[in-house]
């Protein structure tokens, strides 16, 4: 009970972060604008980003399927879909619930052994996912770095006014990272060296030890090469959903819209795909806050990043993110409803 407690608090705190931050995002948002924007806005470029979000979909299911095979050479493509598609639902609601839910439908449908046993338990299931999201983490590490440093001059100024304000330079920045990095490296090595005197050290090294092995199993498994190029493809369609959005808005009519908010949509016009990949990552660290579905979070992060690396109104960037964020819900919603229709009546055990 102490624990089932504790989980309803913190969905309840998590709820009220993101209303906060919902309201606080919309507070100062000219409604007449907004809803012209939207009618004016080009929708087959916010389809065309479902289309993008439904496929990374599909990649995500087929590179956790590779960590599932050893487990279970049956486990099918299908399954892993259908077990994505309802997690991203689950997750609408309560926050990283969802990936108990995949888990858990992947072992309803495992083959079972000659003693009756799913070869996919639960707890095996729910240490690929455990992987899965380790490889999700090194991905956004190597995007940061990567925008980082082929874009420096371009974003280095909002990264360092908003994580780290009042540092001089960037090679200010590379001494943090040095030295955050040596802490962590030091940290581990403590961790290995009293591994064995005491039960909280032992549980940290295991821990540790846990994440190594997700970031490493796809060494280890056949074609891993391929769990690779899955990653690179998933994010490569991550940026084509934000760049459809901002296509979604360029060139749109803006004889409706008030000055200030034409204005803005010229600024819109004038950003690329370099501009995509930044604002794809921007959306991308807002998940580090835990509020259900997102909500809140992603559109005070993206527009956020539009107004202050771009000089685009904080409420013309709302448009933006909630373009695309509620394109993005609408796609789990539909697919999420499907599998998990599909998983009840076809596949009912």
């Known amino acids: 009970m102490g624990k089932n407690?504790?989980?309803?608090?913190?969905?309840?705190?998590?709820?009220?972060?993101?209303?906060?931050?919902?309201?606080?995002?919309?507070?100062?948002?000219?409604?007449?604008?907004?809803?012209?924007?939207?009618?004016?806005?080009?929708?087959?470029?916010?389809?065309?980003?479902?289309?993008?979000?439904?496929?990374?979909?599909?990649?995500?299911?087929?590179?956790?399927r590779m960590q599932l095979l050893p487990i279970d050479p049956s486990t099918s493509r299908l399954t892993c879909f259908n077990a994505y598609n309802v997690c991203m639902v689950v997750n609408l609601v309560i926050p990283r619930a969802g990936e108990v839910a995949r888990g858990a439908l992947v072992t309803k449908n495992s083959t079972r052994d000659h003693s009756g046993r799913r070869l996919a338990t639960l707890?095996?299931?729910?240490?690929?996912?455990?992987?899965?999201?380790?490889?999700?983490?090194a991905s956004l590490a190597l995007v940061m770095v990567l925008v980082l440093s082929l874009m420096w001059d371009r974003f280095g100024t909002y990264f360092k006014d908003t994580f780290f304000?009042?540092?001089?330079?960037?090679?200010?920045?590379?001494?943090?990272?040095?030295?955050?990095?040596?802490?962590?490296?030091?940290?581990?090595?403590?961790?290995?060296?009293?591994?064995?005197r005491g039960r909280i050290w032992g549980r940290v090294w295991g821990w540790i030890r846990g994440l190594g092995d997700g970031v490493a199993s796809c060494l280890h498994m056949r074609n891993g090469w391929l769990f690779i190029v899955y990653t690179v493809i998933i994010w490569g369609l991550y940026w084509l959903m934000s760049a459809s959005i901002l296509?979604?808005?360029?060139?749109?009519?803006?004889?409706?819209l008030s000055p200030d908010f034409a204005a803005a949509v010229d600024k819109l016009n004038a950003m690329g795909m370099s501009d995509a990949l930044f604002l794809m990552f921007a959306g991308a660290l807002s998940s580090i806050v835990p509020v259900?579905?997102?909500?809140?979070?992603?559109?005070?992060?993206?527009?956020?990043?539009?107004?202050?690396?771009?000089?685009?109104?904080?409420?013309?960037?709302?448009?933006?993110?909630?373009?695309?964020?509620e394109s993005q819900v609408l796609t789990d919603i539909i697919l999420g409803g499907c599998s998990y229709v599909y998983e009840s009546i076809f596949r009912r055990p």
């Open 292 to 325: 259900p579905g997102g909500f809140g979070a992603f559109h005070t992060v993206v527009a956020g990043a539009l107004s202050s690396l771009y000089g685009v109104p904080f409420g013309v960037g709302i448009v933006f993110a909630t373009l695309s964020h």
């Open 123 to 137: 707890d095996k299931v729910i240490g690929t996912v455990l992987a899965d999201r380790v490889w999700d983490g």
């Open 247 to 256: 296509w979604s808005l360029q060139g749109i009519d803006t004889s409706g």
């Open 5 to 64: 407690l504790k989980r309803i608090l913190q969905y309840i705190l998590w709820t009220g972060v993101a209303a906060a931050l919902l309201y606080f995002s919309f507070r100062g948002v000219n409604w007449k604008d907004f809803g012209a924007a939207l009618r004016s806005c080009r929708w087959e470029y916010v389809v065309l980003s479902m289309v993008f979000g439904a496929i990374a979909l599909w990649f995500r299911a087929l590179r956790w």
């Open 165 to 196: 304000p009042g540092l001089a330079d960037k090679a200010g920045l590379w001494w943090i990272a040095a030295l955050v990095l040596l802490a962590v490296c030091g940290f581990f090595f403590l961790c290995w060296k009293l591994r064995e």
